[in-house]
């Protein structure tokens, strides 16, 4: 079983950088993917970002390329999400979300934190 607790999200204006955090528990964070998902109102849950166990590979959705970057510490059980860049289409709940150990099926989910980016 693996429990996810976000924090970090808030009320920013366009323009402004936010960082995510997840605290993962458990012994098997390094064997996992980490992802980070957003869900607006009246929208699909969509994938932002996610990271492999070892931290090489790194896969982002094409509307947040070069704005944001996901990056975890092994050590701290920590997979972080750096916002750069804030639009107002960024606003949504972002959630934090662990894999299988086996596959790259997501399946454990956080409680979400609120992100909203005023114009």
């Known amino acids: 079983q693996v429990q996810l607790v976000e924090s970090g999200g808030g009320l920013v204006q366009a323009g402004d950088s936010l960082r995510l955090s997840c605290a993962a528990s458990g012994r098997t964070f390094s064997s996992r993917f980490m992802g980070w998902f957003r869900q607006a109102p009246g929208k699909d849950r969509e994938l932002v970002g996610e990271v492999s166990g070892s931290g090489v590979y790194r896969n982002y959705a094409d509307s947040v390329k070069g704005r944001f970057a996901i990056s975890r510490d092994n050590a701290e059980n920590t997979v972080y999400l750096q916002m750069n860049s804030l639009k107002p289409e960024d606003t949504a709940v972002y959630y934090c979300?662990?894999?299988?150990?086996?596959?790259?099926?997501?399946?454990?989910w956080g409680q979400g934190t609120q992100v909203t980016v005023s114009s």
């Open positions: 979300a662990a894999s299988t150990v086996e596959t790259r099926t997501y399946q454990y």
